[in-house]
Nanobody, 117 residues
């Protein structure tokens, strides 16, 4: 089982990025029923929840990104996405994907997002 994020990069404030997370090695019966989430960690700060999505595609966002970010999932491809719009400098950080399955959680290595003002 492996969780791999991609799509980070350097973007100007007001710009957009789309992050992807691939959950490899999950069988369908372990991926589909379980929630997926994106977290981020800014320099010198604790890791925080950005967005999460349940198996029924019910979503939850942190207050700081609500209305700007959108989380989605593609169960057939075992992928989770984070569409980020109207990016701000305070969105800078390493973004991590968390996948639940097999009675535990798996984290990716993270992808760096840097927003320049």
């Amino acid at each position: 089982v492996q969780v791999v994020e991609s799509g980070g990069g350097l973007v100007q404030a007001g710009g957009s990025l789309r992050l992807s997370c691939k959950a490899s090695g999950f069988i369908t019966s372990e991926f589909n029923p379980n929630p997926m989430a994106w977290y981020r960690q800014a320099p010198g700060k604790q890791r925080e929840l950005v967005a999460e999505i349940t198996s029924d595609r019910i979503t939850n966002y942190s207050g700081s990104v609500k209305g700007r970010f959108t989380i989605s999932r593609d169960n057939a491809r075992k992928m989770v996405y984070l569409e980020m719009n109207s990016l701000k400098s305070e969105d800078t950080g390493v973004y991590y994907c968390k996948a639940a399955g097999y009675g535990t959680v798996y984290w990716g290595q993270g992808t760096q997002v840097t927003v320049s003002s």
